[in-house]
């Protein structure tokens, strides 16, 4: 910190200007692109608001108001955290409480987005700029999938679009794909290249998940794994590449099954904790558990996905080494 610090003072002192968009390397820029997760995560919250309404866009209405009076809000009511601080997380008119994921996905954006520059190679402003609206795509998806149990198709099927274009136009996002790797013989990865490292990686991530629910609706005789999520990681593939995909099903994978223990362990406290204060004695442990085995099992798997996809997308090459079976 304290070496950031003096970075950023002898930029000061040399004379750089303040309106003036530092090199990208530069301690300065870091702070100018968090800034702007920390906007872009305000942004955010309205996509989280209304991509799962029908009867809402990001466009429409125009101006940010209450969910509760629905009075449109003026510009002090709409600084990222600030606002919600100095408001006491209470809306200035109708005095509804506002929820602290408000604050919270702005700081994530903030949060990504230095993330993003921290691990991107210096001039590459255009892996930096596609990490970092994925990255803000995913806590998108995150957020609706924690709040609805669904994945709004203009984060999944967006992705699917977005990612050929943007692997086209930004090839060194897939540097070092093995797809990518074999077309290009030695040379540097080229468009063509990269275009075919992301539709393997949309082809395999989804194809896998495809597969996956497909085999479990067969043993089952219920769904077992949401299109949504299908469709998110072929749109993560798309990013990631191949190799990047068996990391992100492996992460996400591991902190789901975590979560999913918790969950059925906070389950069965609370049937427990009823029982007692209920005095019902002909219902014992082995109830708690098989009723914390039914309902303790039903989490979104599509925030453990984007969490995979997101670190992968970070920095894959320093978790690969960190992953079991040699991969």
Avoid at 279 to 290: E, L, N, Q, S, T
């Amino acid at each position: 910190m304290t070496t950031f610090l003096a970075a950023i003072a002898t930029e000061a002192l040399a004379g750089e200007s303040i309106f003036a968009i530092p090199p990208m390397e530069s301690p300065l820029f870091g702070i100018f692109w968090a800034m702007m997760g920390l906007f872009v995560g305000s942004f955010l919250n309205v996509c989280i608001h209304r991509f799962p309404e029908d009867d809402l866009s990001v466009f429409s209405p125009a101006r940010s108001h209450c969910p509760k009076c629905e009075r449109q809000l003026t510009w002090s009511e709409n600084i990222p955290v600030l606002s919600w601080a100095f408001q006491r997380a209470k809306c200035r008119g109708c005095k509804a409480p506002i929820h602290w994921r408000y604050p919270l996905v702005e700081l994530l954006g903030c949060a990504v987005f230095y993330a993003s520059w921290r691990m991107t190679t210096p001039g590459a402003y255009g892996v930096l700029i596609v990490s970092s609206v994925v990255l803000a795509g995913l806590i998108v998806a995150t957020f609706v999938d924690f709040d609805r149990y669904e994945i709004p198709d203009q984060v999944s099927i967006g992705g699917m679009w977005a990612a050929p274009v943007a692997s086209w136009l930004v090839p060194a996002l897939h540097a070092s794909g093995p797809v990518a790797l074999a077309m290009s013989a030695g040379k540097p990865v080229d468009s063509v290249a990269a275009l075919v490292e992301c539709l393997a990686g949309m082809a395999l991530g989804g194809g896998f998940l495809y597969a996956v629910g497909w085999i479990g609706s067969k043993i089952y005789s219920v769904d077992a794994m949401g299109f949504g999520d299908v469709k998110l990681m072929a749109a993560g593939g798309g990013f990631i590449g191949v190799k990047g995909v068996a990391a992100a099903l492996i992460i996400a994978v591991v902190v789901a099954s975590i979560f999913g223990i918790l969950n059925m362990v906070r389950f069965y406290h609370v049937v427990r904790t009823r029982q007692r204060a209920r005095k019902m004695p002909h219902r014992g442990v082995m109830d708690a558990i098989r009723t914390a085995r039914i309902f303790g099992r039903y989490l979104p798997f599509g925030p453990y996905l984007a969490l995979g996809i997101g670190i992968v997308l970070l920095d894959w090459k320093d978790v690969l080494t960190l992953l079991p079976f040699g991969l």
